[in-house]
């Protein structure tokens, strides 16, 4: 497949990226486990070298994941390579290192800063190349002052430019009429679809970068009506955003039977149900690219896979469209 752009800033990444969201370890949010179970650096580090070795140039984090965690495994992954990366990462909630605790959120423009180096001196770089508000929903008079302290950011050269992780069309508009607004990063996968976000991002030449492509592993086809997951996994912790996908630790009934009715259309051509997930994706529009989480290497190599056999077909979108509908 060929590169894709983020949006207006015109830098070149890979069809996908990678998510690095359960390399952070276990931490809490709302008094809720906000991980993915154990994980272990020097698997999470052989990952990400792994992606770089395949062409996957995209690394997404956030200075929330394992409070600052994420972004320490991943600034060891890339030393001495740093010039194959586009480093995406987030700010605006404020954690306890010491709890491993997210707690409330500081969009002032000194805070944005002093994240901003942290998140720096972490990943080991002296230029961040997509900085991304990660705060859900924000007021109009702190959308703007975070966009002005951004602005002047990518004057000093510390960011090179910046989006918002949201699934707010209405707030995305406002937001990507700022200059250097490139991306809006939001959920999207086969059983969530977002098309007037997808239609803002092509309109607004904005990277429309996905999300939970995989629908937090669900669309990996492991689970069944008996899998269970324990209150230490984001997906049994009892969050409300996970329900609609993961409802009291368990697959919804619902939406394995959606999966079930388009199985074999995404694995056509010898693709996994993974593959076939992401080719959906790609096949929605040119501005897309999925960021698929990871925690081992052969994840990596499955998930990159699906560049070699790209979108889906105008056919095959139809039928999907049909089925599900």
């Known amino acids: 497949m060929n590169c894709r752009i983020l949006g207006k800033s015109g830098i070149k990444v890979s069809p996908m990226g990678i998510g690095s969201w359960a390399i952070g370890g276990q931490f809490y949010m709302d008094e809720k486990i906000d991980g993915y179970g154990q994980t272990n650096d020097e698997t999470s580090i052989r990952a990400i070298q792994t992606a770089l070795d395949l062409g996957i140039n995209l690394i997404d984090t956030s200075d929330a994941y394992g409070i600052g965690h994420s972004e320490t495994v991943i600034g060891k992954a890339i030393e001495g390579r740093r010039n194959q990366v586009i480093l995406a990462t987030k700010f605006g909630y404020m954690g306890n290192e010491a709890t491993r605790t997210l707690k409330g959120y500081n969009l002032a423009p000194g805070y944005i800063e002093r994240a901003c180096e942290a998140s720096m001196k972490r990943l080991k770089t002296d230029t961040i190349d997509l900085y991304q508000l990660h705060v859900w929903e924000i007021g109009l008079s702190e959308m703007d002052c975070v966009a002005d302290t951004l602005e002047r950011m990518v004057a000093k050269g510390k960011i090179r430019t910046y989006g918002w992780s949201t699934d707010l069309v209405n707030g995305a508009k406002?937001?990507?009429?700022?200059?250097?607004?490139?991306?809006?990063?939001?959920?999207?996968?086969?059983?969530?679809?977002?098309?007037?976000?997808?239609?803002?991002?092509?309109?607004?030449?904005?990277?429309?970068?996905?999300?939970?492509?995989?629908?937090?592993?669900?669309?990996?086809?492991?689970?069944?009506?008996?899998?269970?997951?324990?209150?230490?996994?984001?997906?049994?912790?009892?969050?409300?955003?996970?329900?609609?996908?993961?409802?009291?630790?368990?697959?919804?009934?619902?939406?394995?039977?959606?999966?079930?009715?388009?199985?074999?259309?995404?694995?056509?051509?010898?693709?996994?149900?993974?593959?076939?997930?992401?080719?959906?994706?790609?096949?929605?529009?040119?501005?897309?690219?999925?960021?698929?989480?990871?925690?081992?290497?052969?994840?990596?190599?499955e998930n990159a896979g699906a560049m070699e056999l790209g979108a889906l077909t105008r056919e095959q979108m139809e039928e999907i469209d049909q089925l599900l509908n």
Not at 185 to 205: G, S, V, Y
Not at 238 to 252: D, L, Q, Y
Not at 264 to 277: N, Y
């Open 174 to 301: 406002l937001f990507s009429e700022n200059l250097n607004c490139s991306t809006i990063q939001h959920q999207l996968n086969i059983l969530q679809d977002a098309p007037e976000m997808i239609r803002l991002c092509e309109e607004r030449n904005l990277a429309s970068i996905n999300r939970s492509p995989l629908a937090m592993g669900f669309l990996s086809g492991k689970f069944n009506r008996d899998s269970t997951f324990s209150p230490d996994d984001v997906r049994g912790a009892g969050h409300s955003w996970t329900e609609e996908v993961f409802k009291n630790g368990r697959p919804a009934p619902e939406v394995l039977e959606k999966l079930n009715a388009v199985r074999e259309i995404l694995t056509s051509s010898g693709r996994t149900l993974v593959q076939g997930s992401l080719a959906w994706i790609w096949a929605k529009s040119n501005v897309t690219i999925p960021i698929p989480g990871f925690k081992t290497p052969q994840q990596i190599s």
